[in-house]
Nanobody, 130 residues
């Protein structure tokens, strides 16, 4: 049984950085698609980044266009804990950030933006103050 818990959110000044962590109780040993999403107030949920690892290097990583180099997704060697480093934050980055996992690795295909993931965390709030 998979359960995801986000942590690391909080309030940060514009231009600052945060590192979000997704902690998972998953015990699957095969490859999965791990992702981060955000949902700004009054807007639809959108994918920030995804990472897929099949045991080889480098990991397959995709970012949303709006990231523009300001985020880095990574994972622990266990593959069941992953991170999102946010930097150069601005007010538009204020959102609830969610981690999610899907067991269909095709969800991590390059260019995929689907929000239809199987397992979700509860979210962690990121608030950027100006």
């Amino acid at each position: 049984q998979w359960q995801l818990v986000e942590s690391g959110g909080g309030s940060v000044q514009a231009g600052g950085s945060l590192r979000l962590t997704c902690s998972s109780t998953g015990d699957a040993l095969d490859s999965v698609c791990m992702a981060w999403f955000r949902q700004r107030a009054g807007k639809e949920r959108e994918r920030v980044a995804s990472i897929f690892n099949d045991g080889q290097q480098p990991d397959s990583i995709n970012y949303a266009k709006f990231v523009n180099g300001r985020a880095t997704i990574s994972k622990a060697y266990s593959r069941y804990r992953w991170y999102l480093e946010l930097n150069s934050l601005n007010a538009e980055d204020t959102a609830m950030y969610y981690c999610a996992v899907d067991f269909d690795w095709r969800k991590c295909y390059f260019g995929s933006t689907t929000t239809e993931f199987e397992i979700w965390g509860q979210g962690t709030q990121v608030s950027v103050t100006v």
